[in-house]
């Protein structure tokens, strides 16, 4: 991809977003808040989306109108089981409207370049990002869509299942619109015992990581585009 290409980092929350809030002045894009600006030399457009799936594909949906020509998804996630610890680095593979019935049109593949590209800078494991609007708070709730995806064959070897609230549906609007795109979170809360409502307490020292990485993955980008 060339370096003029207009990257969208979209992240829920402004914690998530603030290693990249100075590349340039803040305003508001129908409504969301916003950056542009410059990272590595390339244009960035920045959006903090708020939380939920409307308010993803919302900002997804307005970032592409803007002319973004590939959109990154930044921010955290909840760990499903105790194997997947406060921290661990995750980059999606595919994300799932977990709580969409009709299961045509609910999954959406990560741009595989994109990923592996990400994956370089970042390293972290894939996974399948379980996308809903009601998080999984529960401990036994998470254990249930753990198992629920094994069962349906719907977890790759090697991956890890964990849960979100915006993945799935930024990805769908990027697949509609023929826009690539990428996700990369972090473990904010894990699947234990004392695991479940750590997220205001990790937010903090995990939620930026990804967004800190953004950096680093454009020039990559430009490089692989100019080599």
């Given at each position: 991809m060339p370096e003029a290409t207009l990257t969208a980092v979209l992240?829920?929350?402004a914690a998530e977003l603030t290693p990249l809030w100075d590349a340039g002045a803040q305003s508001r894009?129908?409504?969301?808040p916003a950056v542009r600006g410059e990272v590595e030399g390339a244009p960035v457009l920045v959006l903090e989306t708020g939380v939920g799936k409307a308010a993803a594909a919302h900002a997804a949906a307005v970032a592409i109108a803007a002319g973004a020509a590939?959109?990154?998804?930044?921010?955290?996630?909840g760990g499903l089981t105790p194997a997947a610890p406060v921290g661990l680095v995750l980059h999606a593979g595919r994300a799932?409207?977990?709580?969409?019935a009709p299961r045509a049109g609910r999954s959406a593949d990560a741009d595989p370049v994109l990923a592996a590209a990400w994956r370089s800078v970042l390293p972290g494991r894939e996974a399948l990002l379980l996308t809903a609007d009601r998080p999984a708070v529960r401990l036994l709730e998470r254990w249930r869509r753990?198992?629920?995806?094994?069962?349906?064959?719907?977890?790759?070897?090697?991956?890890i299942a964990a849960?979100?609230?915006?993945?799935?549906?930024?990805?769908a609007v990027a697949v509609r619109a023929g826009v690539p795109w990428a996700a990369c979170r972090v473990i904010s809360d894990a699947a234990t015992p004392?695991?479940?409502?750590?997220?205001?307490?990790?937010?903090?020292?995990?939620?930026?990581?990804?967004a800190a990485s953004v950096p680093a993955l454009i020039a990559a980008l430009a490089g692989r585009s100019s080599g």
């Open positions: 992240g829920a929350l894009l129908q409504g969301i590939r959109l990154l998804a930044v921010g955290t996630c799932v409207q977990w709580d969409l753990q198992r629920a995806v094994r069962r349906a064959g719907d977890l790759p070897v090697g991956w849960a979100d609230m915006e993945t799935a549906a930024i990805g004392r695991g479940a409502g750590a997220f205001a307490r990790h937010l903090p020292v995990v939620g930026g990581r990804a």
